[in-house]
């Protein structure tokens, strides 16, 4: 079994920042990326930003230049700086691992991020 824990999360006004961190522990074979996506309220979730292990990053249009993703390998944590905040940046955002020869995804338990003056 895989656990993600995710914090960081909270309420910021716009233009500000928030840094989240997602831990992972558990038996992880094979890792592969880990990442995160976001839930606005009443949409779909979406992708927000992911890196590999070999550290190959990949990010939504919507948050390039604004928000860098991050990992500590011997840690299994993976971070989301996030500046200059939007309020459509609100929603819960998620943290994601993928991991096994079948590329399985795990999910954590979700961190509500509300960007609001």
């Known amino acids: 079994q895989v656990q993600l824990v995710e914090s960081g999360g909270g309420l910021v006004q716009p233009g500000g920042s928030l840094r989240l961190s997602c831990a992972a522990s558990?038996?992880?074979?094979?890792?592969?990326?880990m990442g995160w996506y976001r839930q606005p309220p009443g949409k779909q979730r979406e992708l927000v930003a992911t890196?590999?292990?070999?550290?190959?990053?990949n990010y939504a249009d919507s948050v390039k230049g604004r928000f860098t993703v991050s990992r500590d390998n011997a840690k299994n944590t993976v971070y989301l700086q996030m500046n200059s905040l939007k309020p459509e940046d609100t929603a819960v955002y998620y943290c994601?691992?993928?991991?096994?020869?079948?590329?399985?995804?795990?999910w954590g338990q979700g961190t509500q991020v509300t960007v609001s003056s």
């Open positions: 558990g038996s992880i074979f094979r890792l592969y990326a």
């Open positions: 890196i590999t292990r070999g550290d190959s990053t």
């Open positions: 994601n691992l993928v991991a096994g020869p079948g590329h399985y995804d795990y």
